[in-house]
């Protein structure tokens, strides 16, 4: 096959690196375009030995030429996987030697390494002439901070991509003549992230006059609070390239917000927003609704953006409802933020930090952080209290739950009925779920998942169509950590009639039920026209009793089997006979009232044995794969 050598190119792209490794030696054709792609990304860590072999022997490196990236990763412990003695690493002379065969290189990425200093002493006017960006992924102490600041310098010629940490006593003063200064030697710079822990203020402005072509600036100032600017204050600066800013602040005042308002750049695609000491009510509060909003409706116009309040654990909020629900200030934000887009909606609702919120959009994609606190769970209304979460007012917000397609909830809760009452909660207000996630925390530790697909049902969808309905969309359920009661099969029949595939599981390790009483359960599946699949944990009813499967099919026909957990056959088919005639034994008997589906399965995940029928017949008994991370990967939703 004779291709263009651009097209061998984007095909080798696709492929991993094993393959493309046994796709250099092929044939000639295939060898070079093949190495291009196998060595644009290359790795170096523990292999001192090997590496320091091969240093001296100029053919080694004869295709990294066309390497851009390299990973520095190094065994602090000095051992080669699988090597019996320890391998010396470099010498720093062997290292800059390294270098010398990487005249187009762009990125040096270096985790947890000695080699780092090694990179202050190369002589950036002859080698790595190209590098763009160094990419460090050591832990953050001041030394290595300033080290890390000198290697930038070092490359200073050449370099796009900087990240700065300034303390109060760093190589930024004491060395460079402070931040700015430190910044107009970069001429090349396109991006910068600055975290500012020292007690000097800079501006977005001055940063962006020292560095006028800056496209990305990210500025994390955690403790300050921009000052109020005058009329004549220069915020932005207005003939820079500027496309990406990300402030993080104590606060943002009402000034600053007329100013990102009045002085944005036209240039400016993404803003985010951090404010990391206030919450989102008390902000609203000081700023008033009608300069948050102002804010939201600058941000609904750009291609990404983001706000976010995550004030410390410890913050106790003094916001007090009047008139307005707390959901339904939050509601009334997002709907200004959204603007007049179409777009899906990723949510995630959680008690575990109530003070948390956020809004961010990206694209097509509008995603949203709901911090649930007290008033929003529950309704003491009637002297006693009852969990019922709140909706916002539709008439003041305009928009409510109905535009979200995806929603996770993180709870901490505790409630009997947690899983139930948020699934009901979810199916009622949000008509287009197309993915919905429960997950508990604590002890009853309920959890629940409705999916798409029965196929993919631990696989994630990538994109969400906003108009789509919950009952075309939500294919599959899965519940854990509770017996559903009838009412629970009522709700997802009458919202999710198309279900196709069902799953109850137990807690594996926590028993549900030992209750020493026999106590008879009914499972009605008659309602799930469309349900091929379905997998019964027969841990969740009581554990200490003899236990009895009744099966009622839909035809008429009836049959029995037995549970018991010390034979080394768990479940075994009985007669009604013999159950008449054995009354010695404590007897839990769970009903099972369906058609004869594709597989109906019931299972022990603490004995990981599965008894399953295909289209109502009895198949096999057999034993369950069971994984490192204690998984049943033998189970297909």
Same mark, same amino acid.
């Given at each position: ?22 796709? #250099? ?128 310098? *070092?490359?200073? &010629? +050449? ?11 760093? &190589? ?51 403790? !300050?609070? $921009?000052?109020?600017? %005058? ?23 009402? *000034?600053?917000?007329?100013?990102? #308002? ?28 009608? *300069?948050?909003?102002?804010? &939201? ?35 009334? !934000? ?76 993180? !709870? ?13 909660? +979810? ?6 779920? %197309? ?30 169509? $906003? ?64 349900? %091929? ?49 054995? %009354? ?54």
């Amino acid at each position: 096959m004779n291709l263009p050598y651009e097209i061998y190119l984007q095909i080798f792209k696709l492929l991993d690196k094993p393959t493309i490794s046994n796709c #250099a030696i092929v044939c000639k054709d295939w060898t070079v375009p093949a190495f291009q792609v196998y060595y644009k990304e290359i790795a170096i860590n523990e292999h001192g030995d090997a590496l320091k072999a091969s240093l001296y022997q100029e053919p080694c490196f004869k295709y990294c030429l066309w390497t851009e990236k390299v990973y520095i990763r190094q065994d602090r412990y000095g051992y080669h996987q699988g090597a019996r003695k320890p391998e010396d690493p470099l010498t720093e002379q062997a290292f800059l030697k390294f270098f010398e065969y990487f005249p187009n290189l762009k990125i040096i990425e270096i985790i947890e390494s000695d080699y780092t200093k090694c990179l202050r002493d190369i002589d950036s006017s002859q080698y790595l002439t190209r590098l763009e960006q160094i990419i460090f992924k050591e832990r953050s102490y001041s030394e290595w901070d300033d080290l890390y600041c000198t290697i930038y310098y *070092n490359f200073r &010629a +050449s370099l796009a991509h900087i990240s700065l940490h300034h303390a109060r006593k760093s &190589a930024l003063e004491s060395q460079y003549g402070g931040i700015l200064s430190y910044l107009r030697q970069f001429k090349k710079l396109t991006h910068l992230a600055y975290y500012n822990s020292s007690s000097y203020y800079v501006t977005v402005y001055k940063v962006q006059v020292a560095c006028p072509s800056l496209t990305s600036i990210k500025m994390y100032d955690y403790r !300050m609070i $921009p000052p109020a600017f %005058q009329d004549d204050s220069n915020v932005f600066y207005q003939h820079s390239h500027l496309k990406e800013l990300s402030v993080t602040f104590a606060n943002v005042t009402s *000034n600053y917000i007329e100013y990102i #308002a009045k002085c944005l750049p036209k240039s400016v695609e993404s803003l985010d927003i951090s404010i990391n000491d206030i919450d989102f009510y008390d902000w609203i509060d000081q700023v008033g609704i009608d *300069n948050a909003l102002k804010l &939201a409706q600058v941000m609904s116009k750009l291609f990404s953006a983001s706000l976010e309040w995550v004030p410390d654990k410890e913050y106790e909020t003094k916001h007090e409802n009047s008139g307005e629900s707390d959901m339904t200030i939050f509601f009334k !934000m997002l709907n200004v933020f959204k603007g007049d887009k179409k777009v899906s909606c990723t949510a995630s609702f959680s008690d575990f930090r109530s003070i948390h919120n956020s809004i961010s959009f990206f694209g097509e994609d509008l995603r949203i952080h709901y911090g649930l606190n007290y008033v929003d769970l529950f309704d003491d209304s009637e002297g006693k209290l009852v969990l019922e979460m709140v909706v916002p007012d539709r008439t003041i917000s305009v928009i409510g739950p109905e535009v979200i397609n995806s929603l996770m909830f993180f !709870m901490c809760v505790t409630d009997p009925d947690l899983a139930f009452k948020i699934l009901k909660y +979810s199916l009622t207000n949000c008509p287009h779920l %197309q993915s919905l996630e429960i997950n508990g925390v604590n002890t009853p530790r309920q959890e629940c998942i409705l999916s798409s697909s029965i196929d993919r049902f631990r696989k994630r969808v990538e994109k969400y169509d $906003p108009v789509t309905i919950s009952a075309e969309a939500l294919k599959a359920v899965n519940l854990k950590g509770f017996l559903p009661s009838q009412e629970c099969f009522d709700l997802l029949s009458c919202y999710l009639p198309g279900i196709l595939g069902f799953t109850c599981k137990s807690e594996r390790g926590n028993r549900f039920d030992n209750s020493e009483v026999p106590q008879d359960y009914v499972v009605d599946l008659t309602q799930f026209k469309s349900l %091929q699949e379905f997998y019964f944990d027969i841990g969740l009813v009581s554990t200490s009793l003899t236990r009895l499967v009744k099966f009622e099919f839909t035809d008429g026909e009836t049959s029995y089997y037995q549970f018991r957990e010390k034979k080394d056959t768990m479940f075994e088919s009985i007669s009604l006979e013999d159950i008449q005639n054995n %009354q010695t034994f404590f007897i839990s008997l769970i009903t099972f009232r369906c058609e004869k589906i594709e597989k109906f399965a019931f299972y022990s995940s603490e004995k990981c044995n599965i008894f399953e029928f295909l289209r109502g017949l009895p198949q096999k008994e057999r034993l369950l794969s069971y994984d490192n991370e204690k998984n049943f990967v033998d189970l297909i939703y």
